[in-house]
């Protein structure tokens, strides 16, 4: 990483938001897939992103998520920077038990669900607290049981994953995360994975945490009715940068970018 | 060339008991290299470069020498520096250590067949590297490693004649102490072989079994 | 003393002992492909008691320890008559226990060849023969090679079990400096060193390469 020296070492202030990528940047080798990126989440806020593939989307969840470093910039969460740490008054490149302390505030679904097979769904979701939230058995269990009861899933607490379909699977995925109370939620291509008659599970769970909980959601998606309904913004990625963003009605209903409105109409036509 | 089997009866109940030092020797080696094999295994995969190479290339020297030259190293060897191993210890070393780097390469491969998914859920969940690799990698690593772990016990059970030569009390060193006081070989060597067989075939049958039962436990296929 | 005058001085002991090692490795390999592909021929066929005696030889041979065998053919042959010299034992034993391992390896590597090519040359109204030594063979070979390759490097480490009958190969020479002068780890570090070049500098890239002309010459023809 370049320097970030200069950075701040904390956001302040009441319009502090909850995300914000800082001069974002990542490289695989000579191919740029994000190009300074800035980009402000506010609390409670649901953002939406899409865009073509290669187009970064997914690299930015992973980033957010640490499953990938970043070339350049800040990433700050809740106020303080979560990809560099201070030292001496500066900021330097994050270390283990740093990122380790932050990354508890984010939680992720997968397209591919990645449950664990080797356990049931009720151990799926006590996984976490109790090994990394050191609850005890009973409390971690009866926070497994009510999430799964959340999202429909609580008959089927003690099946494998095997014996899931896709849906079911995604759901205690998402039930999954939540056990860790996470402050920012990201939710990889969620029902890119899923045969059409089952997507409406799973997106119904998504509605439903819109709108009982005040959780910051970031979603990279592939539905756009979906995304449209639910979203309080929705971010149009193209070439590593954000090409458009704004209300889902602007961005749907009135595009002003000529590859926004290319994308979208090649959207709807693939029906 | 007749089959005395009077000699054949007087052998035997010291064959049978010479066999049970065979079994334990070969549980003891067996029990050292699943661990050592496990061991081996994550060392190749620590975030140190040089730990991880120098690692890897035991693991091939081991592998690629005999087993026999590494017995009769590990036993005459320490006494050259002052440290004096019984035939037993040194055995059980060397008999470990050589299985251990099999046992890593069955590690290693079902630790690399484990989906990078699990690995990225596991940190989205924040888990700790140590509740990573011990709650949700390794009892996956396991199931397709089974077969092959189950492979060396047949194998190991079968190299620990190879103690004889440094005078471990197993089977074959048994019946060459009968063989040579009594001037016959043919039935101590014609025993001791159909006690091997009546070991070696019923026990692949067995570690076909557990493989099933541990899939069967383990949830998964 | 160091090991460099170790060498200085050992050194035509040890290579009069690589050379008896190469040979019988040839000597072995040779015999064992030839017994292999012969046993696993015959547990394909229809013939009931062709299919058994292949069966018992292979699992007799797989079932028992290789030191067994060695001992066996060396002491209790002579018995029936037939009286082998150290070397000829040594390579007949290592040939007969190998070509069991391959047989399976033969038997289920002709197995693998994809049907269609035995009804195609059926259909070319090829004699059974000539449609195994043809079609079926050649693609056999491509798909057991590299296990093949494996057993080779298996047959060069458990060769060194030959001294232990008295033939005078790699090992039987460094055991005897050891039994004089107690330079065990020159004498035997020596000779891991030695293994090590043989398996892993020698035999294994042989093995690729073959591996890769063969390759090469299935895919353009």
Redesign the interface.
């Known amino acids: 990483m370049d320097e970030t020296s200069d950075y701040p070492l904390a956001l302040e202030g009441p319009g502090t938001p909850m995300v914000r990528f800082l001069n974002v940047s990542k490289r695989y080798g000579a191919l740029m897939v994000l190009d300074n990126l800035h980009l402000d989440i506010s609390e409670g806020e649901m953002v939406s992103i899409i865009g073509p593939s290669g187009s970064g989307k997914t690299t930015v969840l992973r980033m957010l998520m640490t499953l990938e470093t970043i070339n350049s910039g800040v990433i700050y969460v809740d106020g303080k920077p979560l990809t560099h740490m201070e030292r001496r008054g500066k900021l330097v490149p994050a270390d283990a038990r740093y990122l380790r302390k932050m990354r508890a505030k984010i939680g992720m679904c997968f397209q591919h669900f990645n449950l664990f097979p080797h356990m049931t769904a009720l151990q799926n979701c006590m996984e976490g607290p109790v090994q990394v939230l050191g609850l005890s058995k009973d409390e971690a269990r009866g926070r497994a049981e009510e999430l799964l009861a959340m999202v429909g899933m609580i008959e089927k607490k003690d099946q494998h994953p095997s014996r899931l379909s896709g849906g079911q699977q995604q759901r205690v995925a998402i039930a999954r995360a939540l056990a860790m109370r996470p402050k920012v939620l990201l939710f990889d291509e969620v029902t890119s994975a899923l045969d059409p008659e089952v997507i409406g599970e799973v997106t119904n769970v998504i509605r439903k945490l819109v709108a009982e909980h005040n959780l910051t959601m970031l979603m990279v998606t592939h539905q756009m009715g979906f995304a449209r309904d639910i979203s309080d913004r929705v971010c149009f990625f193209f070439g590593g940068k954000i090409e458009e963003q704004g209300s889902p009605q602007t961005l749907f209903g009135n595009p002003r970018r000529d590859r926004t409105k290319q994308f979208l109409s090649a959207i709807k036509e693939a029906g | 060339?007749n089959w005395r089997w009077d000699l054949a009866w007087q052998v035997l109940p010291h064959l049978l008991e010479a066999t049970l030092a065979t079994l334990a020797a070969a549980i003891i080696g067996y029990s050292i290299a699943l661990v050592g094999g496990l061991v081996m295994a994550l060392g190749q995969r620590t975030p140190s470069r040089i730990l991880t190479v120098a690692v890897r290339e035991t693991v091939?020297?081991i592998r690629?020498?005999?087993?026999?030259?590494?017995i009769?190293?590990i036993f005459?060897?320490g006494?050259?520096?002052g440290i004096r191993l019984s035939p037993w210890v040194a055995g059980m070393i060397a008999l470990g250590l050589h299985y251990s780097a099999y046992m890593s390469e069955v590690y290693r491969g079902g630790l690399e067949a484990v989906p990078r998914g699990q690995w990225e859920a596991a940190l989205a969940l924040n888990l700790s590297t140590r509740s990573t690799y011990m709650r949700i990698i390794i009892p996956q690593a396991i199931v397709p490693a089974i077969t092959g772990i189950g492979n060396y016990l047949v194998g190991i059970i079968?190299?620990?004649?190879?103690l004889?030569?440094i005078g471990v009390a197993e089977l074959?060193h048994t019946a060459?102490s009968i063989?040579a006081e009594n001037l016959r070989?043919?039935e101590p060597?014609?025993i001791?072989?159909l006690i091997?067989?009546l070991i070696?075939?019923p026990a692949s049958g067995l570690t076909r079994l557990f493989e099933n039962w541990l899939r069967r436990k383990l949830g998964m296929g | 003393m160091s090991f460099w005058n170790f060498l200085s001085i050992y050194w035509p002991r040890l290579l009069s002992g690589v050379v008896i090692t190469v040979e019988l490795f040839f000597l072995a390999a040779a015999l064992a492909i030839v017994v292999a592909v012969v046993a696993g021929l015959m547990k394909l066929s229809s013939n009931r008691a062709i299919r058994w005696a292949a069966i018992v030889y292979i699992?007799?041979f797989?079932?028992?320890?290789?030191?067994?065998?060695l001992?066996?053919i060396f002491?209790?042959l002579p018995?029936?008559?037939l009286t082998l010299e150290k070397f000829n034992a040594g390579f007949i034993g290592l040939g007969m226990n190998l070509g069991a391992y391959g047989a399976e390896l033969v038997r289920g590597a002709i197995q693998a060849v994809p049907k269609g090519q035995w009804e195609a040359a059926y259909a070319l109204s090829m004699s059974p023969a000539r449609r195994m030594w043809r079609i079926v063979l050649p693609q056999a070979l491509a798909i057991m090679l590299p296990p093949w390759g494996n057993l080779l490097?298996e047959l060069l480490?458990?060769?060194?079990?030959v001294?232990?009958i008295g033939a005078t190969d790699l090992?039987f020479q460094?055991?005897q400096i050891?039994s004089s002068t107690?330079?065990?780890?020159q004498a035997?570090?020596a000779?891991?060193i030695i293994?090590?070049i043989l398996?892993?500098l020698l035999l294994t890239p042989a093995v690729r390469w073959i591996e890769a002309r063969m390759r090469r010459k299935l895919q353009r023809g």
């Open positions: 060339m091939e020297f690629s020498t005999p087993l026999v030259l590494q009769f190293f005459f060897v006494p050259q520096f079968k190299d620990t004649p190879l004889s030569v074959m060459s063989g070989f043919l060597y014609t001791v072989g091997f067989l070696s075939l | 699992e007799v797989r079932g028992t320890s290789l030191l067994v065998q001992y066996w002491f209790v018995l029936f008559g490097i480490k458990y060769s060194a079990l001294a232990l090992m460094v055991k050891n107690f330079l065990s780890a035997f570090g000779a891991l293994y090590y398996a892993r």
